[in-house]
């Protein structure tokens, strides 16, 4: 059986081969992906795989993200730390973490009960102090909290939900996977004077995003 030593030790791999040898540059981001035991948020029977290169199932036919996107996406959004984020897709509570490390509030939405409420569980017993988990349609946001510095969508929506949008704080930044007909692809969105500026940023698979504003 593997101690907590061991686990540090495959978490130390994973950031030098996985994150720093494929260009994540981000100090904040980095650090992050070094401290979050990402072994926590997957069930006990897959904690010996939680460090590989791969996304890995958490229940409801939903996945807990391969560590370089998450990595990546975040950042993307090009945080420095004083941040209030919006995350829509909350799933294991893993990305959640890795936002927390960094910002200063996370607010977060998941769309299934279950998975919401186990991600609770493990954010508490970590100690995250700076997280806000609610359950419902993320695809409307949550307009009591907005506007948002960042948002971060870790589903895949046929177009950006005109709600997220709304809440983006001018300057703000969105990534979000988009889906057509060729595939998905990962977009930033800036908010510029209410206006919006698209970065198609490179290929990527992430389950759909249901909703009002998504897939019905
Ligand atoms: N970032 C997560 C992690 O680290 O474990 C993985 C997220 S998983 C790829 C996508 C999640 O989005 C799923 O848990 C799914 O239930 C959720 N989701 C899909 N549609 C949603 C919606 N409209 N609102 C909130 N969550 C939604």
Redo the contacts with the bound molecule.
Sequence with gaps: MWKKRDFELQRELMVKTQIIARGIKDPLVIQAMKRVPRHM?VDESLIYEAYGDY?LP?G?N????QPFM?ASMTEQLELTGGEKVLE?????????AVLAEIVREVYT????ES?AKRAKETLDRLGYKNVHIFS????LGLLEYSPYDAIIV??ASPDVPPPLFEQLKDGGRMVIPISDYFGQTLVRVRKKKRREIRERLYGCV??????EY?YR
Excluded: C, H, N, W
Aim: net charge negative; no cysteine; aromatic share 8%.
């Design positions: 948020f996304p958490i409801e939903q996945t807990i993200s998450v829509i897709g909350t799933g294991s509570g893993y990305q959640t939405v998941e769309r299934i998975l419902g349609d993320g695809t870790t589903a992430f389950v759909p995003l249901v909703g998504g």
